[in-house]
């Protein structure tokens, strides 16, 4: 299904609410707040945000499905799914760095908000099902939701590490893809070549 097109002043407020709740750490963010942070008045937030009360839900949803879409389409025509994984990774990553609310919104909520995790659950855990079900990771299926634990936790763990300054993200996007890789039964050697090919870039999210 095609995304909804989404207007200039949509994308400013989500843009200001997802700073918003990113720096402020909670979901609670009120119209007056989102309105001075998006430089636009109270009517434009009522007139562009049906729910307030729901805004948090509304881009958490609205970010999973994008950074899913966006994904898939920049590694499409990349049937390994060690690459797929050692390419989304390394997005991730890249993406945090740049876009450091976004990274920072990740963190703060991916492992407690229901939307976010959803992230995991669609084409992330389809690719460990894939590896498995082709030989190529070392998986039994009842294993399936540890290793997506397993790539959530390491993948947002690293973000975090880049916010804090503590390694760039081309070394946390190659290290967290080499460890994730190896737990899954690929070989040192391969697992770094994998981790080390050359990055499309990120898809538009249009």
Request: hydrophobic content about 45%; glycine content about 6%; overall charge neutral.
């Amino acid at each position: 299904m095609c995304p909804l097109r989404v207007s200039a002043a949509q994308k400013r407020i989500r843009k200001a609410a997802l700073e918003l709740f990113a720096d402020k750490g909670t979901v609670d963010v009120s119209v007056s707040e989102l309105a001075a942070a998006s430089g636009v008045v109270r009517g434009t937030i009522y007139k562009n945000v049906p729910s307030p009360e729901k805004l948090f839900e509304t881009i958490a949803a609205q970010l999973a499905e994008e950074m899913d879409r966006q994904v898939v389409a920049s590694y499409r025509g990349t049937e390994d799914p060690a690459l797929r994984l050692a390419i989304g990774v390394r997005l991730y990553l890249r993406r945090a760095h740049e876009e450091p609310h976004w990274g920072r919104f990740l963190v703060q909520f991916a492992i407690t908000n229901k939307s976010l995790r959803e992230i995991w659950s669609g084409p992330p855990a389809q690719d460990l099902r894939l590896g498995m079900e082709s030989g190529r990771y070392d998986l039994r299926p009842e294993q399936i939701p540890a290793a997506v634990s397993v790539l959530a936790g390491s993948t947002l763990a690293a973000i975090a590490l880049v916010l804090d300054g503590l390694r760039t993200w081309r070394d946390a996007g190659t290290e967290v893809a080499v460890m994730v890789l190896r737990s899954l039964g690929i070989d040192r050697d391969e697992a770094v070549e994998l981790a080390s090919r050359p990055l499309p870039e990120l898809a538009d999210a249009g």
